[in-house]
């Protein structure tokens, strides 16, 4: 009976084991997928937000766009910020978009950021173990004048605009504000417009 036993339990290792080598196998695999920018429900608005950094002194900026259901520009805006961290980049991004979306009586907004730490910290909303919690902080406290507000974690392939308008950032001096689609943006809405989708590798399970 003990070596039984013994063959038994030897046998059930040899089982988990292999079945645990093989569900790694299978989790490193990857397939192509098509990514493309999304248009926005009815009656909401896209707000798409972006960190960018550059140099051995990490200067740092951030920029994004609000747009609507039928994929009408409403602004973009470019901020330029100094020397900081990507996060706090990322999370300057969406306060700037947010206080935008706000002057232009935006009611219902997504914001979209390739960031999936700064989705994540944005949806729980916990002040004390955000990274950068003042500004997390300021976050929180313009929720009040929308209707509705979601974040959403998109891949950086349907977040092209906003990567562009945080670059454009290193352009400017402070802030800016525009109302016409700049040539840095244009050829990216043109394709979005169209519908044109990038390819994209995932996990088949994440």
């Not at 747009?67 to 100094?82: A, D, M, Q, T």
């Not at 991004?93 to 009611?107: D, F, M, Q, R």
């Not at 997390?136 to 605009?161: D, K, L, M, P």
């Amino acid at each position: 009976m003990p070596t039984n036993y013994a063959s038994m339990i030897y046998k059930y290792a040899k089982e988990v084991k292999g079945a645990r080598k093989e569900f790694a196998r299978v989790r490193g695999i990857k397939k192509e997928v098509a990514v493309r920018r999304r248009v926005p429900m009815e009656g909401w608005v896209k707000l798409n937000v972006d960190g960018a950094s550059k140099g051995e002194g990490r200067i740092a900026g951030c920029g994004g766009l609000i747009w609507e259901c039928r994929g009408k520009w409403i602004c973009g805006y470019s901020r330029k910020l100094g020397s900081c961290s990507a996060m706090r980049a990322e999370v300057w991004a969406v306060l700037t978009g947010l206080e935008l979306a706000i002057k232009y009586n935006c009611n219902r907004v997504v914001v979209e950021s390739d960031s999936v730490v700064v989705v994540s910290i944005l949806k729980a909303m916990q002040v004390d173990d955000a990274p950068v919690p003042k500004i997390v902080q300021q976050i929180g406290s313009v929720f009040c004048h929308f209707c509705s507000i979601a974040f959403v974690h998109v891949y950086r392939e349907a977040n092209s605009c906003a990567d562009a308008m945080a670059n454009y950032s290193f352009m400017q001096a402070d802030i800016r504000v525009v109302f016409d689609r700049p040539p840095v943006v244009n050829r990216l809405l043109l394709n979005d417009y169209m519908g044109i989708a990038y390819p994209r590798l995932v996990l088949i399970q994440e």
